[in-house]
């Protein structure tokens, strides 16, 4: 793991390196060093505005007994979204713009929540998926289901599949 880790890091500095090379080659080395400290203050900006509004959800929510759930959540990516911006590269730059900003947010949280329950063993993913396959009818009339009582619950009849097996 730490080995793919180091690997990873050093891949993207080396993609960081080769884009500020290309947009320097394409708007001069002095505007891409003025460029790379604006997008640099404009992070500490951000981090700064959206930072504070987290910390304020998060404390609102300790005060008031509630779950921090995703508060906790949009706190984390305030925090790694202000990281990138403060370090020099653009494509970090960009990931962390995406991590800052308030519409953008839930897309990264579903693309890294996505990431993370792909990489769970199967019994430990999410909800249980179940196909329904009816093998015979229910006696007596169907009930509508608005109509449903107390005396007379409502019945689906289905079976469990699971598309992977368990590990």
Known sequence: M???VRTAAGVLALVELVVFVLVANWI???ATI???LATSALGLLLLGRQGTRALTELRARAQERRPAGRA???AGL???GGLL???PGFLGDLV???CLLPPTRPLVRGLLARLFVSRLPAHL???VHVRSARAESVPGPAPHPSSSSPDRPLVIEGEVVRDDPPR
């Open 2 to 4: 730490g080995r793919r």
């Open 28 to 30: 001069g080395v002095g």
């Open 34 to 36: 003025l460029l790379t």
């Open 72 to 74: 906790l959540g949009d």
């Open 78 to 80: 305030v925090a790694v």
């Open 85 to 87: 911006m403060l370090l």
């Open 96 to 98: 962390g713009l995406l």
């Open 125 to 127: 993913r999410g909800p």
